[in-house]
């Protein structure tokens, strides 16, 4: 062993020794166009697919038909979970359909020569637990290496390493998402008395002996106390209780613009609580507050489900297009848009994990109005830039999750965060962007208007405000454009009529699972509603 060799820093010295440092220049940009040196394009669903459901288009009908058990239509979360718990109960005979060419569902994740990153949903909180659904997947992933007295140990890699989270207020990088830095003591008084109200209602019940807010929310109290607050926005419960600072009102319309797409003008109050109030994660060697996350985000927690979900067979580049229900089976009818054919299945039992603006177009008639309803998405636009150096600044150096205040992204996410190795040389940061418009088929609109040129101005006009001359060092820009992004939980529809409608199975013969039919686009929603529809579907409910 050579003792003469200086010891290296750590990763977060490196972090620290960075912030400091300017970043050098790599090519001259045209005067004209600054952005010319940057490659990238469009990447995402392919929308022409898909919308052959919505415009109706003709499509040969079925030549040949095959029989099987179960069919699950959509391998995002919801369908593989169902999948994989199925599985686990004995069914040997499972169909997973995916339209896509990849599984995952919005966790799905790329990758290039710099790192894995995200296409969307990239972190699980520490989860409850009490959750042992969750806790036994989590385990099977290797997440939980096991239990000391009595409470989970996550593996320390997937464990969100420091520093965390940071903000640029008032031209200063500042540790943390809560705005503090530059902030006059009135919000901050403010801002603590927020916190210490969601604090005590994680601990409040209804008269039912149930928490009032809880992951999956239909676990959470029925009392009327609490679910009235879904008949309200979230901004008029802020306006009813006199928090008026703009600090703490940036902050929530921030998080409810990270998790649902919005903000609290149109954000059901009992959704805006449900973010600070449901999560009540324990662990032994970690905090409540800790986060799991990875290069590829929840593309890791997709990628091991479908790891467990054994004997089902999964095919990919499939669209289902109808739904035929009838008194002893379903009939599936499904194109392989490479090839232009059709064919059929009859199948016993049905689970639709597709999202329900999609299955309104597979079945017909009063079935099809249930389903459907009037569910609101919101449109995202995620893009994943590649640096020749990475993005540093005045204060708290580069953390795993960066937002700057009073804009309308949400920020930007480093995907190399996890990495054991100093952050030195080329690197990726994932960027958020929820988009929102008088309507969401507006804000769809608006989105997919615009070029790849265009959004590249967008987004380097973004992280301008608080890295300058930051196109300087940017490689390449991929954006991927989510029409239906995520359900919107406006004012009454987690605890509507419409809501619940929409679960209920057809016939004991098709069954439904997506985090639509929660409100409320996360994991374990997604998880849990596969699970839930799995036990339907085996008569276990």
């Known amino acids: 062993m050579n ?6 820093p ?3 010295e490196w972090l620290r020794l960075l912030a400091g440092v300017p970043l050098a220049a790599v090519a001259a940009c045209s005067s004209k166009n600054p952005y010319s040196h ?24 079925p030549d040949e038909y095959m029989e099987r058990e179960i069919v699950i239509a959509g391998a995002g979360v919801s369908g593989l979970s169902a999948a994989r718990w ?18 995952g569902g919005n966790a799905v994740w790329g990758q290039n020569k710099a790192s894995a990153y995200p296409w969307g949903a990239h972190y699980l909180p520490v989860p409850d637990a009490a959750d042992e659904e969750l806790a036994a997947f989590l385990q099977a992933a290797g997440v939980i290496t096991g239990y000391r007295n009595g409470l989970p140990v996550f593996n320390e890699y997937h464990l969100c390493h420091d520093p965390e989270e940071r903000l640029f207020i008032h031209g200063h990088w500042q540790e943390g998402l809560l705005p503090h830095f530059g902030v006059p003591g009135p919000d901050r008084q403010q801002i603590a008395g927020f916190m210490q109200h969601v604090a005590a209602l994680k601990e409040e019940k209804g008269t039912d002996g149930k928490y009032a807010f809880s992951i999956p929310l239909d676990t959470s109290s029925a009392d009327e106390r609490w679910r009235i607050l879904d008949t309200i926005t979230f901004a008029q419960y802020l306006k009813e209780r006199g928090y008026t600072s703009a600090y703490l009102l940036w902050y929530l319309n921030y998080c409810c613009k990270d998790d649902y797409g919005m903000g609290i003008e149109h954000t059901s109050a009992w959704a805006g609580l449900h973010y600070f109030a449901a999560r009540r994660g324990r662990a032994a060697n970690a905090d409540h507050s800790s986060i799991l996350t990875w290069p590829q985000g929840n593309g890791f927690l997709a990628d091991a489900l479908r790891a467990q979900c054994g ?14 229900p009838h008194l002893d089976y379903v009939e599936l009818h499904c194109l392989m848009p490479d090839t232009g054919k059709s064919f059929g299945i009859r ?11 999609v299955n309104k177009h597979l079945l017909a008639g009063d079935i099809s109005n249930r389903i459907s309803g009037q569910a609101s998405y919101a449109p995202w636009v995620v893009a994943n830039i590649t640096f020749s150096s990475l993005p540093q600044g005045r204060g708290t150096a580069l953390c795993w999750d960066n937002v700057i205040y009073g804009r309308d992204s949400v920020g930007y996410v480093y995907a190399n965060h996890q990495s054991l190795t100093p952050p030195v040389g080329k690197g990726v940061i994932t960027w958020y962007l929820p988009i929102q418009a008088g309507s969401d088929k507006d804000a ?10 265009d959004w590249v101005k967008v987004i380097m006009e973004d992280l301008s405000i608080a890295h300058r001359d930051i196109h300087r060092f940017v490689e390449n820009i991929d954006v991927w454009v989510w029409g239906h992004g995520m359900i919107q939980p406006v004012p009454g529809y987690i605890w509507g009529r419409e809501r619940t409608a929409a679960m209920r199975p057809v016939n004991d013969r098709i069954f439904f699972a997506h985090s639509d ?25």
């Open 3 to 8: 003792t003469d060799r200086p010891e290296m």
């Open 10 to 12: 750590s990763r977060r």
């Open 38 to 61: 940057i490659t990238g394009g469009i990447a995402g669903a392919n929308h022409k697919v898909g919308h052959l459901l919505r415009d109706g288009a003709a499509i040969p009908a």
């Open 86 to 103: 199925l599985d686990r109960k004995g069914h040997n005979d499972i169909l997973l359909l995916e339209m896509g060419e990849r599984t």
């Open 311 to 324: 004997n089902a067979e999964i095919k990919t580049g499939v669209l289902l297009y109808r739904v035929l």
């Open 347 to 357: 199948a016993k039992k049905v689970l639709l994990s597709s999202p329900r603006y």
């Open 444 to 453: 769809r609109m608006q989105v997919y208007k615009r070029s790849w040129n």
């Open 517 to 541: 039919l929660s409100g409320i686009s996360i994991f374990e929603e997604a998880f849990h509603q596969g699970i839930r529809a799995a036990k339907e579907l085996s008569g276990m409910s």
